[in-house]
């Protein structure tokens, strides 16, 4: 049935039949993704894309064709059959800055930056300049009614993703912790939160995975969850990227050279910036092992489970760090209790 909508759609679209279609392996999604091969003078392939959620399709393709037609680096959308809930987008290749990291560097994370390749560090500083232009353009360019499930990430939002945390990763792994100090401190990092500039576009999961290569040139995929919502997010979720490897001294390097290009493009200084960077970070890290639990664990997808370790190191230097400009008491015991459990240090 899917295949026959994107044939009907392909049809439509472009005045001629498939040639071919491939299904591409999903990874943590549920959408159903295939390449589509045509004949000139068509692209020679194309991306069809299913997905039941028609919330999620609607978003995805409106803020698609609101970043294409402001000229930053997303898929063009060619066509959509709404009720038959699929699309279809350009196809930007099968390589990812996840995929180059894989190559390229995960050989010999355990060697020192220096080590780094060159190539990876320019793709990441034009990642973050392309990221930094698709969160200011989002204020102005971006219909915010489409956002699913809402339109801020709002308190709620954020409570959301620490309850994903708190069910999904210390309960499931029955991790101790007392239910009302943690909840005072969830409070407290919300509430803290809520108080930065939040009217910029929030891409929502900012990963390597979703950053596409194309001749050196990164493209973005997956922002169907956008919404509006601070800024500090998204650099947060890219350079604490749990499967990146990302050297800390690399980090530092990169999160200096985004806030160099934030003091051009916007009015927030570094020192506004910053005040609340960690604090993302810490959201982000607890709401990624929240999935991994769920997705690793309790669904036994590949590569999720995996993630726990060194989202766990990184949770341990960001705790050890003490830039937190909050308390958040229980937090760090729970860490200290998921630290000292060998087993999870080694999935």
């Given at each position: 049935?899917i295949?026959?909508?994107l044939?009907?759609?392909?049809?439509?679209?472009?005045?001629?039949?498939?040639?071919?279609?491939?299904?591409?392996?999903?990874?943590g999604?549920?959408?159903q993704?295939?390449?589509?091969?045509?004949?000139a003078?068509?692209?020679?392939?194309?991306?069809?894309a299913?997905n039941?959620?028609f919330?999620?399709?609607?978003?995805?393709?409106?803020?698609?064709?609101?970043?294409?037609?402001?000229?930053?680096?997303?898929?063009?959308?060619?066509?959509?059959?709404?009720?038959?809930?699929v699309?279809?987008?350009?196809?930007?290749?099968?390589?990812?800055?996840?995929?180059?990291l894989?190559?390229?560097?995960f050989?010999?994370?355990d060697?020192?930056?220096?080590c780094?390749p060159?190539?990876?560090?320019?793709?990441?500083?034009?990642?973050?300049s392309?990221?930094?232009?698709?969160?200011?353009?989002?204020k102005?360019c971006?219909d915010?009614?489409?956002?699913?499930?809402?339109?801020f990430?709002?308190k709620d939002?954020?409570?959301?993703?620490?309850?994903?945390?708190?069910?999904?990763f210390l309960?499931l792994?029955?991790?101790?912790?007392?239910e009302?100090a943690?909840?005072?401190?969830?409070?407290?990092?919300?509430d803290?939160?809520?108080?930065?500039?939040?009217?910029?576009?929030?891409?929502?999961?900012?990963?390597?995975?979703?950053?596409?290569?194309?001749?050196?040139k990164?493209?973005?995929?997956?922002f169907?969850?956008?919404?509006?919502?601070?800024?500090?997010?998204?650099?947060a979720?890219?350079?604490?990227?749990?499967?990146?490897?990302?050297?800390?001294?690399?980090r530092?390097?990169?999160?200096?050279?985004?806030?160099?290009?934030?003091e051009?493009k916007?009015?927030?200084?570094?020192?506004?910036?910053?005040?609340?960077?960690q604090?993302?970070?810490?959201?982000?890290?607890?709401?990624?092992l929240?999935?991994f639990?769920f997705?690793?664990v309790?669904?036994?997808?590949?590569?999720?489970?995996?993630?726990?370790p060194?989202?766990?190191?990184?949770?341990?230097?960001?705790?050890?760090?003490?830039?937190?400009?909050?308390?958040?008491?229980?937090?760090?015991?729970?860490?200290?209790?998921?630290?000292a459990?060998?087993?999870?240090?080694?999935?």
């Amino acid at each position: 049935m899917i295949e026959l909508s994107l044939a009907r759609l392909c049809k439509q679209c472009f005045g001629q039949e498939m040639l071919k279609m491939q299904e591409i392996p999903a990874c943590g999604s549920y959408r159903q993704y295939y390449r589509i091969y045509l004949s000139a003078p068509a692209p020679s392939s194309i991306i069809g894309a299913w997905n039941a959620d028609f919330r999620e399709n609607a978003a995805f393709v409106s803020f698609a064709q609101s970043f294409y037609q402001a000229g930053l680096p997303v898929p063009e959308i060619y066509a959509v059959d709404s009720e038959a809930c699929v699309y279809l987008q350009q196809d930007m290749g099968d390589s990812t800055l996840f995929s180059l990291l894989s190559t390229r560097w995960f050989p010999i994370k355990d060697k020192p930056a220096a080590c780094f390749p060159e190539r990876l560090i320019l793709l990441y500083k034009k990642s973050l300049s392309s990221l930094l232009d698709l969160q200011v353009a989002g204020k102005t360019c971006i219909d915010y009614s489409k956002s699913t499930p809402s339109a801020f990430f709002h308190k709620d939002a954020m409570h959301w993703d620490l309850n994903y945390f708190k069910y999904f990763f210390l309960r499931l792994l029955r991790i101790p912790f007392d239910e009302q100090a943690l909840e005072n401190n969830f409070r407290s990092l919300v509430d803290f939160l809520q108080s930065a500039p939040s009217d910029y576009f929030l891409f929502r999961d900012f990963q390597s995975a979703n950053i596409m290569v194309m001749e050196d040139k990164p493209y973005f995929i997956d922002f169907q969850g956008g919404r509006q919502g601070l800024i500090q997010y998204d650099p947060a979720s890219l350079l604490y990227d749990a499967k990146s490897y990302l050297p800390e001294s690399l980090r530092k390097e990169l999160l200096e050279y985004y806030v160099s290009l934030l003091e051009t493009k916007t009015n927030i200084t570094a020192g506004e910036f910053l005040h609340y960077f960690q604090s993302a970070v810490l959201l982000r890290l607890m709401q990624a092992l929240g999935a991994f639990g769920f997705r690793g664990v309790v669904e036994k997808k590949p590569g999720f489970r995996e993630s726990i370790p060194p989202a766990l190191n990184l949770m341990e230097e960001l705790l050890e760090d003490r830039r937190l400009p909050l308390p958040l008491p229980e937090i760090r015991n729970c860490f200290t209790r998921v630290l000292a459990i060998k087993e999870l240090r080694s999935y």
